[in-house]
């Protein structure tokens, strides 16, 4: 079986974070681990507080993966602080991981930071360089490229400023447009993957599924073209399933392709 692994931050609701993305690998036949980097306090209707891990324990996680079930891929999402970024970025290159696909997590659905100033250079810094993609919604390559992002043609625009500035593949999610859900792959390729925007308000934990997907694919070993393309069609049917839980953007049903008696 294949292996992938989750740096991620806990969604106590199941929507997002560590728990979406181990939902995400088992839906792909994929043995999935975790290293739990925060404690967040949040559910549909948004996030109310955090409690970041210390960095000697998540390094010490980490190495508890790493020196026993070597995983195939790597996922890292919620990263808050320089020290935590600090010990993954350690930990990846001493134990030479591959596959690696960073979630640019900075802002949650609710509009909170979930990022510092100092935290985002160590974080471009320190993880970019070793990730092999990088998965920002359109508020997060804002921040990345330095203008407001309002079409496509800045999209692309953006993708190029980002893909020049840090050298990695970017998949730029367009799903804040308001006309439609198209998203861009670039690598100095410009891929533009197409599809129809669902009517559906339950996108909780969306970056995180998309992302995790990315990863359990490739833990697969499908290239990373097709396993973006894949991680979109995943995600499409998760939504489109209509699962409608909580009082606030619900979750995706992550098992949608898993019947049950």
Known sequence: MKTALTIAGSDPSGGAGIQADLK????????????????????????FDVFDIPSALVYSQLQAVF???????????????SEIIESIARSLSEYKATKIVLDTVMISTSGRPLLSGESLNTLTSRLFPIADIITPNLPEASVLCGFDIKNENDMLGAAKVIYEKFGTAILLKG??????????YFDGREIWLTSEKISNPNTHGTGCTLSSAISANLALGFDIVTS?????????????DGLDLGSGNGPLNHMYKIKFD
Not at 24 to 47: C, D, E, K, R
Not at 71 to 79: L, N, R, T
Not at 228 to 234: D, L
């Open 24 to 47: 995400t690998f088992a839906a792909h036949g994929v043995y999935g681990m975790s290293v739990l980097t925060s404690v967040t306090s949040q559910n549909t209707s948004g996030v």
């Open 67 to 81: 020196t026993d079930i070597f995983p195939d891929s790597v996922k890292i999402g919620m990263v808050s602080n």
């Open 175 to 184: 799903g804040h447009l308001n006309d439609d859900c198209n998203d861009l």
């Open 228 to 240: 973006v393309k894949k991680a979109k069609e995943y995600v499409f049917g998760a939504i489109n």
